[in-house]
C-alpha cells in the first residue's frame, strides 16, 4: 500500500546554502542561455542517498512526486564562453584544464565553481540564480532519467548487498566521448532540454545523505553530508564538492563522470529555494 510522506529533511538538506535577498538592480541578461519554464505535474523520483533498514542495506524508495511549483530551467549547459565572463570579472576561478571551445559545455568545474557563478549571475541581473536540486533535476529530465536501482538481495547477508552494488555500478556503460560536445548534439527531451543525460554531468545542489527506512516506510535522515554533492547524467553518482576532474579520484559513489558542467535554475521572486518543498508517495523498499 503507498504511504505518503513529505521527504522536507531531504530537501532542507539539499538546500543548506540558501540564496538571499537582492538588492541590485536588474541589467541585461550576460549570457544568451534560454531559460524554459515547465508546469509542475507528478513524476517518478527515487530518492537520491545511501539506505538502510534494520542495519543493513536497502534499495531507496522510488514513487510519485510532485514539485511546489513550475521550473524555470536553463535549457542548455552553461558554455565555456559564458563562464569565461565571470572569471574574467573575478568572480570565478579561472580554471587552465577547463573547456577549450568557447560554445561547448563548460566543464572541469567544481560544485563551488557552478556556485560561485550562479551567484556572480545573479548579481549581474537582479534575478536568482541557482543550481536544480537533484529532485528538480530528474523532474525536468523526463523520460532522459535512468532509474538504475540496485539489485534486490538477502537482506540478512549485508555484504552480498555491497557485492551487487559493486557490479551493477561496474556493468555501467562507459562514456563513448571523453571532450564535451557541441550544444544540442544529443538533441531535446520532452520539456525542451538539450543534451540532458549526455554530453556532460551536471552538479545538483543536494547533499548526500544516509537514511533509515522506518517500519511505516518513511525515510529518516541519519546523516548529512554536504562536502557531498549530488551528479547527474548518464546516471546519478556523489561527487566531493571540490572536486574539478572526477577521474583523479573524487567520486565518492558511484562510476567516475568523464566531465563535470552544470545548468542552472532561475527564481521568479527572491525566496530561498527550501521553500520549493515536494511531497511524494513511496513505495515501501
Known amino acids: 500500500m503507498l504511504l505518503a510522506m513529505k521527504i522536507k529533511a531531504a530537501i532542507t538538506a539539499a538546500v543548506l546554502a540558501s540564496p538571499i535577498a537582492l538588492t541590485v538592480a536588474p541589467v541585461a541578461h550576460p549570457v544568451d542561455s534560454a531559460i524554459t519554464e515547465i508546469a509542475a505535474k507528478p513524476f517518478q523520483y527515487r530518492l537520491a542517498g545511501d539506505f538502510s533498514r534494520d542495519g543493513k542495506p536497502a534499495p531507496a524508495p ?32 579561472k580554471i587552465p ?23 556572480w549571475l545573479t548579481n549581474q541581473t537582479g534575478v536568482l540564480h541557482r543550481l536544480p536540486t537533484d529532485e528538480e533535476w530528474v523532474f525536468a529530465a ?23 552494488r559493486y557490479e551493477a555500478e561496474a556493468n555501467r556503460a562507459r562514456p563513448g566521448a571523453l571532450d564535451p560536445q557541441p550544444v544540442g548534439a544529443f538533441g531535446r527531451n520532452e520539456n ?15 547533499c548526500f545523505l544516509r537514511m533509515t527506512l522506518e517500519p511505516t516506510g518513511a525515510a529518516r535522515v541519519t546523516n548529512t553530508n554536504c562536502g557531498v554533492r549530488v551528479v547527474q ?53
Open 233 to 285: 547524467g548518464a546516471h546519478r553518482t556523489y561527487m566531493t564538492d571540490f572536486i574539478r576532474d572526477p577521474r583523479t579520484g573524487g567520486c565518492a559513489a558511484g562510476v567516475p563522470p568523464a566531465n563535470l558542467g552544470f545548468r542552472l535554475v532561475v527564481e521568479d521572486k527572491n525566496w530561498p529555494a527550501l521553500q520549493r518543498m515536494i511531497v511524494a508517495t513511496f513505495t515501501p523498499g
Open 142 to 164: 523526463g523520460q532522459k532519467v535512468r532509474d538504475e536501482a540496485l539489485p534486490l538481495v538477502d537482506p540478512v547477508d549485508p555484504a552480498q548487498a555491497w557485492i551487487a
Open 192 to 206: 525542451g532540454l538539450l543534451d540532458v543525460g549526455g554530453n556532460i554531468w551536471e552538479w545538483t545542489n543536494s
Open 62 to 93: 522510488l514513487g510519485e512526486a510532485l514539485l511546489a511549483a513550475s521550473i524555470k530551467i536553463m535549457n542548455r549547459q552553461v558554455t565555456a564562453g559564458e563562464y569565461a565572463r565571470c572569471a574574467d570579472d573575478g568572480r570565478c576561478p
Open 97 to 119: 584544464q577547463a573547456s577549450a571551445m568557447a560554445e561547448r559545455p563548460m566543464v572541469g568545474v567544481s560544485w563551488r565553481d557552478a556556485t560561485a557563478y550562479a551567484e
